[in-house]
T-cell receptor, first 119, second 119 residues
Framework: AQKVTQAQTEISVVEKEDVTLDCVYE???????LFWYKQPPSGELVFLIR??????QNEISGRYSWNFQKSTSSFNFTITASQVVDSAVYFC????????????????FGRGTQLTVWP | GAVVSQHPSWVICKSGTSVKIECRSL??????MFWYRQFPKQSLMLMAT?????????EQGVEKDKFLINHASLTLSTLTVTSAHPEDSSFYIC???????????????FGDGTRLSIL
């Protein structure tokens, strides 16, 4: 079963527009961790955020903000006032706690959303 | 911060050649490392989990005799693509799990990836 769904394959916006990247996840664990990564054309993965399942507070970091809704199993990512440098593939990922509950397991990645910001 | 070094970053070689990719954790001990494969415009797919001092655990559908993994020390894991063929051409990314686990904001640190092209 697919654990992380990023329904938006590609999004194009013009600079300074706000854009929201959707992420829906599926898990039976009560303890889990959600992540967003950015992959620029050079290929490396850039860590953006980690969210624990027991912490539903939304987070803002500069132009980035994240909306975690356990009720809808969603962890959406918004970029305000987008810039050309934001162009990249963005991955949402899920990690489930091990049976012992203290060790993070493997990462399940969504298919990614290609964001293109035009000048 | 934690750094994972992956080498080489780019490999072009003839069909039938074996290629070794190294993944090193530079400033932390990694008892567990992961190897991912990414086809163009696709997500990252976990190939195997590498545990220091023991045999790697391969995901379903991944040929263990084709993709040899060795995790001989707490800071080094290697992936060898044996008798590589054009269909093995892909982007390979390793990650090292931080032993601090849930207490680390980034439980996995990623290498910059290796682009493998088999002619």
């Amino acid at each position: 079963a697919q654990k992380v769904t990023q329904a938006q394959t590609e999004i194009s916006v013009v600079e300074k527009e706000d854009v929201t990247l959707d992420c829906v996840y599926e898990t039976r664990d009560t303890t889990y961790y959600l992540f967003w990564y950015k992959q620029p054309p050079s290929g490396e993965l850039v860590f953006l955020i980690r969210r624990n399942s027991f912490d539903e507070q939304n987070e803002i970091s500069g132009r980035y903000s994240w909306n975690f809704q356990k009720s809808t199993s969603s962890f959406n990512f918004t970029i305000t006032a987008s810039q050309v440098v934001d162009s990249a593939v963005y991955f949402c990922a899920l990690s489930e706690a091990s049976d012992r509950g203290s060790t993070l397991g493997r990462l399940y990645f969504g298919r990614g959303t290609q964001l293109t910001v035009w000048p | 911060g934690a750094v994972v070094s992956q080498h080489p970053s780019w490999v072009i070689c003839k069909s039938g050649t074996s290629v070794k990719i190294e993944c090193r954790s530079l400033d932390f001990q990694a008892t567990t490392m992961f190897w991912y494969r990414q086809f163009p415009k696709q997500s990252l797919m976990l190939m195997a989990t590498s545990n220091e001092g023991s045999k790697a655990t391969y995901e379903q559908g991944v040929e263990k005799d084709k993709f040899l993994i060795n995790h001989a020390s707490l800071t080094l894991s290697t992936l060898t693509v044996t008798s590589a063929h054009p269909e093995d051409s892909s982007f390979y990314i390793c990650s090292a799990r931080d032993r601090r686990g849930p207490y680390s904001n980034q439980p996995q640190h990623f290498g910059d990836g290796t682009r493998l092209s088999i002619l």
